[in-house]
Nanobody, 116 residues
Framework: QVQLVESGGGLVQAGGSLRLSCAAS????????MGWYRQAPGKQRELVAA???????NYGDSVKGRFTIFRDNAKKILYLQMNSLKPEDTAVYYC??????????WGQGTQVTVSS
């Protein structure tokens, strides 16, 4: 059974930092492309950052220069380091795993709230 379990969310003041983690089980983590998405109330889910199995990264325009995605294949954990947080970063953050044309796996999400 595939499980993606996010953690590390919480309440932080604007300008602060958080590190999200996504622990994977039930998949061969190292060969999956991984990503972080977020969804704010009343908005569509959007890409925050992605990292391929080979380590190439891609970021949403709104987080470039502030967020960093990285992975530890040995521990099967995906991370998102978030710095210089803004109130508009407030959302539920989801972890996603994809491989080939298979349907993606999603985590249950973790809430990030940034106060002004």
């Amino acid at each position: 059974q595939v499980q993606l379990v996010e953690s590390g969310g919480g309440l932080v003041q604007a300008g602060g930092s958080l590190r999200l983690s996504c622990a994977a089980s039930g998949i061969i983590f190292s060969i999956h492309d991984m990503g972080w998405y977020r969804q704010a109330p009343g908005k569509q889910r959007e890409l925050v950052a992605a990292i391929t199995s080979g380590g190439s990264t891609n970021y949403g325009d709104s987080v470039k220069g502030r967020f960093t995605i990285f992975r530890d294949n040995a521990k099967k954990i995906l991370y998102l380091q978030m710095n210089s947080l803004k109130p508009e970063d407030t959302a539920v953050y989801y972890c996603r795993a994809t491989i080939g044309f298979k349907s993606p796996y999603w985590g249950q999400g973790t809430q990030v709230t940034v106060s002004s």
